[in-house]
């Protein structure tokens, strides 16, 4: 397994976010973790980007435990988030925004060659290479910020929300772009409220409920799950 959760507590003072979770990535999977508004999906995200410290329990990436490992180190080591909100740089062009993803690399060659990349899968930042990164619209800054999180090569792509605000148009586009990223190689953890999209292009899928994973399956069984359509997919 590329990424393995065992047992997972994390609080934010007295407030218990996450209640031992366990979770696995393997290796070239899209896994989804979908849930309503505080459910605790982002902040399992921090957990494997090293942004919160866990309070008990084990993160293991690409067989080695790297719970009390620090941000920067687990992005040398191939993990990479493009966060919610997306935390794009706004003064800065949409090049420099690119090249800081790459801030752990020092083959320029290599940063050319995934700058072309970015360019290919998001043919819009091209246009707008030398425009402030704040001057984009949300769907460009969307684009932006899994732009730069792939600029790392990241073994472990971490997605949190990236539909979040977007048109029904770039949403399917930036969810198509996410299975093409998969195609290349890349192993993609999805954090998404649209939970139609996430589960129909997921090959497993987690529903976490107030800090607890409460489902896990195919993301096939998920989509037909009553429960699931219910609570997530406004069908009875």
């Not at 620090?70 to 062009?93: C, K, N, W, Y």
């Amino acid at each position: 397994m590329l990424l393995e959760i065992d047992n997972v507590t994390l609080a934010y003072g007295r407030i218990q976010a996450l209640h031992g979770i366990s979770m696995t990535v393997g290796e070239g999977e899209v896994v989804a973790l979908i849930g309503a508004n505080g459910a605790g999906k982002s902040t399992t995200m921090r957990a494997i980007s090293g942004l919160r410290p866990v309070a008990q329990g084990t993160i293991k990436f690409d067989g080695e435990d790297i719970t009390k490992l620090r941000a920067d180190l687990r992005v040398i080591r191939g993990v990479s988030q493009s966060p919610e909100g997306r935390g794009i740089f706004p003064g800065m062009t949409v090049r420099e925004n690119l090249e800081m993803g790459a801030y752990t690399r020092r083959n320029r060659s290599e940063i050319d060659e995934d700058l072309q990349r970015a360019f290919t899968l998001f043919p819009r930042l091209k246009e707008r290479e030398k425009q402030a990164g704040g001057t984009l619209s949300g769907g460009e800054q969307q684009m932006l910020a899994v732009g730069r999180a792939l600029m790392s090569r990241p073994k472990l792509l971490l997605l949190d929300e990236p539909s979040m605000g977007l048109a029904p148009m770039l949403i399917q586009q930036i969810f198509d772009i996410i299975v093409e990223i998969n195609q290349q190689g890349t192993t993609v953890l999805l954090v998404e409220q649209n939970a139609q999209q996430a589960l129909s292009r997921a090959h497993r899928a987690y529903v976490l409920e107030t800090g607890r994973i409460v489902k896990e399956g195919t993301g096939a069984d998920l989509l037909n799950d009553p429960a699931v359509k219910d609570a997530y997919l406004g069908v009875a």
